[in-house]
């Protein structure tokens, strides 16, 4: 058996800086095994969706993304 654990990212990181801001989200993303992204209308122009994406997929966790909604929606370039 497995743990499961939700733990998103309820606060912002507190800096502007992108490189403090990929060593926190880092940080978070090495300690877990799958990775979902939840796809709306804007996911695909979020700044950091992909980034985030590859690199749960450079650490070896497991990642996939579902629908939110009932249309054709654009993915992120990690998900095609």
Same mark, same amino acid.
């Given at each position: 058996?497995? #743990? @499961?654990? #939700?733990?998103?990212?309820?606060?912002? !990181?507190? =800096?502007?800086? =992108? =490189? %403090?801001?990929?060593? &926190?989200?880092?940080?978070?993303?090495?300690? !877990?095994? !799958? &990775?979902?992204?939840?796809?709306? /209308?804007?996911?695909? +122009?979020?700044? +950091? &969706?992909? +980034?985030?994406?590859?690199?749960?997929?450079? /650490?070896?966790?497991? %990642?996939?993304?579902?629908? @939110?909604? #009932?249309?054709? !929606?654009?993915?992120?370039?990690?998900?095609?």
């Amino acid at each position: 058996a497995s #743990d @499961l654990t #939700d733990d998103p990212i309820r606060e912002p !990181v507190g =800096s502007a800086r =992108s =490189s %403090y801001i990929k060593r &926190v989200l880092r940080q978070m993303i090495r300690h !877990v095994d !799958v &990775v979902m992204c939840l796809i709306g /209308n804007g996911t695909a +122009w979020r700044e +950091w &969706v992909d +980034w985030e994406l590859e690199t749960a997929n450079e /650490n070896g966790a497991a %990642y996939g993304a579902f629908g @939110l909604s #009932d249309h054709e !929606v654009a993915r992120p370039r990690s998900c095609e």
